[in-house]
């Protein structure tokens, strides 16, 4: 499994979207366990960014919801670890 780590934007987004709907916060913690599982998964829709989000790459948790993630190398490990630096409708992460 992948170590996920939220950037403190993430959390803040994450929290004021997720804050009046429980049901997409669901649906975004089934993406979040998949991203740790498996970054392949077909589900997750994920594609690389490009222009000013070039090297970042974009997942989607739900219908007008995408994760916008960077995927790094864990310096002491080598493991793999996805920083999650945004989440929220496509017209507010891009």
Do not use: W
């Not at 429980?22 to 222009?51: F, V």
């Amino acid at each position: 499994m992948r170590e996920l780590v939220l950037t403190p934007k993430f959390e803040r987004a994450f929290r004021k979207l997720t804050s009046k709907n429980s049901a997409l916060q669901r649906q975004i913690e089934a993406t979040l366990l998949r991203m740790s599982e498996n970054l392949a998964d077909p589900r997750l829709k994920m594609h690389p960014l490009s222009g000013q989000l070039a090297g970042l790459h974009a997942c989607s948790a739900a219908y007008d919801c995408r994760i916008v993630f960077s995927k790094q190398k864990n310096p002491k490990t080598g493991a793999e670890v996805v920083l999650l630096i945004n989440i929220g409708t496509h017209e507010q992460v891009y």
